[in-house]
């Protein structure tokens, strides 16, 4: 017995509002220059700006912590999936011992595949 093979299925054509570019004054050409250049200012200021932004939050929140903590790391996601370091250790000796913690942390993660309470 013949299998028949499965025709592809037709993929609906979607009508595309494209102009056609090819034949555009040197006034038209540059316009649309101008507004592509307006465009992506306005976007490189609003980046910088959302930038500015997080790296206040990040130094705020760093302030409030290092308050109660002498050294710290923290690690996580913040709401838009961005990953986020922030690290706390003023001194030499406070980056070791936050260096043989996080070590430590790890080891147990590794080895038990959980989040310890304490070290």
């Given at each position: 017995m013949d299998k028949e093979t499965p025709k592809p299925k037709k993929r609906k054509s979607v009508e595309k509002n494209i102009p056609d570019l090819?034949?555009?004054?040197?006034?038209?050409?540059?316009y649309i220059n101008s507004?592509?250049?307006?465009?992506?200012?306005?976007?490189?200021?609003?980046?910088?700006?959302?930038?500015?932004?997080?790296?206040?939050?990040?130094?705020?929140?760093?302030?409030?912590i290092s308050e109660y903590l002498d050294e710290f790391i923290i690690l996580g996601y913040t709401p838009n999936g961005?990953?986020?370091?922030?690290?706390y250790a003023p001194t030499a000796r406070g980056y070791d011992s936050i260096r043989d913690l996080?070590?430590?942390?790890?080891?147990?993660?590794?080895h038990n595949g959980d989040i310890p309470e304490s070290l």
């Open positions: 090819t034949d555009l004054t040197p006034e038209n050409q540059e507004l592509i250049k307006t465009a992506t200012e306005n976007y490189k200021r609003e980046v910088s700006r959302t930038v500015q932004e997080y790296n206040t939050d990040i130094n705020n929140l760093e302030s409030i961005r990953r986020t370091l922030i690290r996080s070590r430590q942390f790890m080891m147990h993660l590794l």
